[in-house]
C-alpha cells in the first residue's frame, strides 16, 4: 500500500519565515539619475535681482516705519524732524524704490541687463563706501561688520549674474 503524502503544518506563528532572497545587483533595473542642469544665466540673474530687491526694500520699509531704529543700528542720532525725514526719503522710499525696480526687473527680460549693471554699480559705491570708512575711520561696530560683509556677498552675486548674463564665465 502506498503512503500518500501528508501536507505539511504550517509553521507556527513564531517560527520566522525565511527571507526572500534578493535579486543579484547585477539583475536589478539600473535607476536613472535626475540630471540636474545649472540655473540659466537668465534665472540666475532673476534669482539675484529678486535677492538684491528684497534686501533694499526690506531695508527701505524698515527705515520708513521706524527710522530711529535704523538710525541706532548705524550708531547716529536724529536730532530733528529734518534728519527723521532725511532717513526716510534716503533710506525709506530710495530703498523701497531700488527694491521695486529691482524686483520688477526680474519678470522684464528687457529690463535684466541694466538692473544687473545698476545693482552691481550700487552695491559697489556701498561697498568701496564702506572699506573706505574702514581704512580713514577704524574697525566698524558688529552691525559695520554685517554691512559690510552683505555688501560683500550681493557686489560678488550681482557682478558673476552680469558677467553671465553677459556670457562670460
Do not use: C
Not at 533710506?91 to 552691481?120: D, F, S
Amino acid at each position: 500500500m502506498a503512503e500518500t503524502p501528508t501536507p505539511e503544518a504550517p509553521p507556527a506563528p513564531d517560527a520566522e519565515a525565511p527571507a526572500p532572497e534578493a535579486p543579484a545587483p547585477e539583475a536589478a533595473a539600473p535607476q536613472p539619475t535626475p540630471s540636474r542642469a545649472p540655473l540659466s544665466p537668465h534665472n540666475f540673474a532673476r534669482l539675484v535681482l529678486v535677492l538684491v530687491g528684497s534686501v533694499w526694500g526690506s531695508i527701505g520699509l524698515w527705515a520708513l516705519a521706524n527710522p530711529q531704529s535704523l538710525a541706532d543700528a548705524a550708531d547716529f542720532q536724529l536730532m530733528s524732524p529734518t534728519a527723521f525725514g532725511e532717513i526716510r526719503a534716503m533710506y525709506g522710499g530710495l530703498g523701497v524704490a531700488l527694491g521695486l525696480v529691482h524686483i520688477g526687473a526680474a519678470v522684464r527680460q528687457m529690463w535684466l541687463k541694466p538692473a544687473l549693471l545698476t545693482a552691481t554699480a550700487l552695491l559697489i559705491g556701498l561697498l568701496t563706501g564702506r572699506i573706505s570708512g574702514v581704512v580713514l575711520d577704524g574697525f566698524p561696530t558688529p552691525t559695520g561688520l554685517l554691512l559690510l560683509f552683505a555688501e560683500f556677498v550681493l557686489v560678488g552675486l550681482s557682478a558673476f549674474a552680469l558677467f553671465r548674463f553677459l556670457g562670460r564665465k
